[in-house]
């Protein structure tokens, strides 16, 4: 089996061929597939039309599947696969209201955060419905030396809904919200395999900087957000039927978009994989 590998853009993100992920994949396979993946942080395959164990079988390539955050989107037969539809999402002004819809990585909240997320596209409407990404590798990168400098030590505590998120969340009670973690993370984190730094934001979930004032924290936290999301780290996906698509929440914030005809269908399975608690990008931090 030849793997054919085209890097997406300059910055990150590639297209994968040859394979047939509805099969089983030999040792060595998978160990590429997760260079790879280390690699581009952003990994395409199309025309691979899924069943949702076929989808699950082919996530576990890169790593261990974790439940589902929200029961409710969960498929009853399968509830280590969730369902982004059309049909979940509320409207307003008849917008649909997706619940991704800024930049983000997904459950930062989390003592351990989810390592990466993948998507199959079971139907996609004619058009608008794209996930972009953007690298915060190469955000941080690019950094002035003195901002690096400035954030280097610093932490930002992640809550279920920040005060100031620019999206709302799923209203829970206040049983529920008891067992929602609270977690202090590094705004510069370190991958655990390449060991390259990257920011690490969620707009929606960060609740200032710890030992900062609350207007100059979230101020801090607003800068970092503008410069990792400008066009020039992006990669913009466009779906079709039968793309499998994962991603590296420590490399890349991702967020969806609505800008489709609500009355068109979108469904797409979804999984996520356990990771392990974040580590400063600075061993003394």
Known sequence: MTLLV????????????????????????????NALFA???VLVFRDQPLT??????????????????????????????????????????GKLQVRGENYHTDHSNEVTPPKSTALVAVQIPSHGGDTQ??????????LPLALKEKIASLRSLHVHESSRSPRSFAKLSAEQMAAIPHTAQPLVIRHPVSGVPALYLNTGRMEGVVGMLEDEGFALIDALYLHATQPCYEYRHQWRVGDFVIWDNRSVMHQANADYDPEEFRYLYRVMLKGDALTSAFAST
């Open 39 to 41: 690699q581009h942080a």
């Open 133 to 142: 990404f953007v690298d915060v590798r190469r955000a941080y990168a690019d």
């Open 6 to 33: 085209q890097p997406i853009n300059a910055v990150l993100g590639a297209e994968v061929s040859g394979l047939d992920l509805s099969q089983p994949l030999d040792a060595a396979t998978r160990q590429q597939l």
């Open 52 to 93: 949702p164990p076929q989808f699950m079988q082919a996530a576990e390539v890169f790593g261990e599947l974790m439940p589902q955050q929200i029961k409710k989107f969960a498929l009853p037969d399968y509830p280590l696969v969730g369902a982004n539809s059309t049909l979940d999402l509320p409207r307003k002004n």
